[in-house]
């Protein structure tokens, strides 16, 4: 009934329509292949019994050559309805994927074993659904050909049908235990594939592919996946094995059931009791309805098989969404972080420690801290991207989950690992926005020497390959083009000579001068536009104050500072 319910969703008028055409043409197919059989049958038996009447051979021969034909003809118009059937299905059931995982939260992709049904659902349920489809319509056919030939072969000895039907049913609990099998072992597998597919792209991968060459670490990349598809097949080998040995065993209990019903019928015909035809419609409808019960069991097992994975589609439909909030339009004066506590799933410690902070409408904000010291934490948690496990976070005095939908047009952030599409520059800038150009977009085309129109990257034979700070000037000016309230940079030159740097300071000073900017960096030439430095250490706010008070006052920032002078010292 899951299943029935999940493909009535997916179902538009257009593919309804085309559903039910099909539906109709199965059952005529069906229909007319038991008449097809019976034809057969009197064409044998006239030519065996002579003197055989010309006109009456002619019209079983032309009779069975239009049957015959009009059954290809149904069925071809039937797959072609069914490819436009599937082609629908897949596309909503995309969408419906790809729209649960935009509202996701993000907390989930923090979480190994919830990323892996995340895995399994984009791979297998995806095509699961629109097998359905095929399961159902495909069930429905082979249905109605076994009870057709069950009822031929029940006029020849009413116990060939039983016989063929009971000897076939192991094979019905062979298919339940082996698509168990493959899914438990496909859930142990899902991870270690995971895992080969990453180090097999890594060996591929253009970012890493320096890295590699440069410290010679192909073999050590190579035997990493190498032991891990070896591992991967050892375990579906064996069971591959376990299922042949089973199998084996069911196909010599069905063989056996045929050869019963041969044996009888040939018996029969010596003792001249039916005619030839009879044997060979037995011949063919013995064969016909192995045959269909096998595709019957096959599609019950494929049933079966996607029920399971249907609990990972429901366990996917149940995670939490972010919640756009119920409020309209935010003035946004001031975020306050009211003794916030964060850590992610599976950790034991909190990331975020006890953060209390206010940021006010206007403000220039620096935040700087050793690696792990919570600085990117902080950020996802004031784009909204985290919810805090202790405390809350406000914008106007509204808790930020009622108001997020809002909050977010209001602001813009630039990442560290920021947006790289293989596509025009145009694209990459305006990513579906309305398109604009300033100051910025122009210095920008000047300093790389590209058009709108020039595509970047290297999937296209056209691209042209960027460096990373030429791939961080894009980002910026992406990032300064759409004037927001709240302005957040994470590393925004780091990748950048000081002179395109001063350059792209300066945009920042000039496009956001009445709005607020938080900058993550390590560079003083940033901190120094700053009204405000927070230092974070440990997951804690362990100062407040501008860069003179900070400098003075604060150990952690002046061991920073220091670092970052020395470094500077040593290199000239």
């Not at 977010?408 to 690992?417: A, E, G, V």
């Not at 700070?469 to 083009?481: I, K």
Request: net charge positive; aromatic share 12%; proline share 2%.
């Amino acid at each position: 009934m899951k299943m029935l319910y999940m493909i009535k969703d997916i179902l538009n008028k257009r593919t309804t329509i085309l559903l039910i055409i099909s539906f109709i043409m199965l059952i005529a197919n069906a229909l007319l292949a038991p008449v097809i059989l019976i034809l057969s049958k009197k064409l044998i038996d006239y030519i065996a019994i002579p003197p055989a009447k010309k006109e009456m051979v002619v019209c079983i021969i032309i009779g069975y050559i239009i049957f015959q034909l009009l059954n290809e003809m149904l069925e071809n118009i039937k797959n072609y309805i069914d490819s436009d059937i599937r082609y629908d299905m897949e596309n909503i059931v995309n969408c419906k994927i790809n729209t649960k995982i935009k509202k996701l939260q993000l907390k989930y992709f923090e979480m190994p074993q919830m990323y892996d049904v995340i895995e399994r659902i984009s791979t297998t349920v995806v095509q699961g659904i629109i097998n359905s489809f095929d399961t159902i319509m495909g069930v429905l056919e082979p249905l109605l050909l076994l009870i057709s030939y069950s009822i031929t072969l029940f006029f020849i000895k009413w116990y060939f049908p039983v016989i063929l039907l009971i000897m076939n049913i192991p094979y019905l609990v062979f298919l339940k235990k082996r698509n168990s099998l493959n899914y438990e072992q496909y859930k142990k597998l899902s991870r270690e594939k995971r895992y080969a597919n990453y180090w097999k792209n890594a060996i591929l991968d253009k970012e890493f592919i320096k890295d590699i060459r440069v410290c010679e670490a192909y073999t050590y990349i190579s035997n990493k996946w190498k032991k891990l598809i070896l591992k991967i097949y050892n375990k579906e080998k064996k069971l591959i094995l376990k299922i042949g040995k089973i199998n084996t065993v069911i196909q010599i209990i069905r063989s056996f059931s045929l050869g019963i019903c041969l044996i009888v019928t040939a018996v029969m015909v010596l003792k001249k009791e039916i005619l030839i035809g009879s044997f060979v419609l037995v011949y063919e409808a013995v064969n016909s309805l192995n045959t269909n019960f096998t595709i019957v069991a096959n599609q019950y097992g494929s049933i079966h098989e996607l029920g399971m994975f249907l609990k990972d589609w429901e366990l996917f439909n149940s995670f939490d969404e972010e919640n756009p909030g119920n409020l309209g339009e935010i003035e946004f004066s001031d975020i306050r972080f009211k003794n916030v506590f964060y850590r992610y799933p599976n950790s034991k410690d909190y990331a975020l420690k006890d953060i209390n902070v206010e940021i006010k409408y206007g403000e220039k904000i620096g935040i700087v801290g050793k690696n792990g010291s919570g600085k990117s934490t902080f950020i996802n948690l004031l784009l909204g991207l985290y919810y805090p496990e202790q405390g809350e976070i406000t914008v106007d005095g509204h808790d930020i989950k009622n108001v997020l939908k809002a909050y977010r047009q209001k602001l813009m952030c630039m990442f560290q690992d920021f947006l790289k599409l293989p596509m025009k520059l145009e694209e990459n800038l305006y990513v579906g926005r309305k398109r604009k150009i300033d100051d910025t977009t122009e210095y920008l085309q000047k300093r790389l020497g590209l058009k709108m129109n020039d595509i970047l990257g290297n999937l296209d034979d056209k691209g042209r390959e960027l460096s990373g700070g030429e791939w961080q000037s894009v980002a910026l000016v992406r990032a300064l083009l759409y004037k927001k309230e709240l302005n957040i940079f994470d590393e925004p030159t780091s990748n950048l000579d000081s002179t395109t740097e001063s350059k792209y300071l300066q945009f920042i000073k000039d496009k956001t001068e009445n709005d607020t900017v938080i900058i993550v960096t390590h560079k003083l030439s940033l901190l120094q536009l700053c009204d405000r430095i927070l230092v974070f250490k440990e997951g804690k706010i362990i100062q407040d104050g501008n860069y003179e008070e900070i400098s003075k006052t604060s150990s952690e920032f002046k061991e920073l500072l220091e670092s970052q002078s020395s470094f500077f010292r040593s290199q000239m």
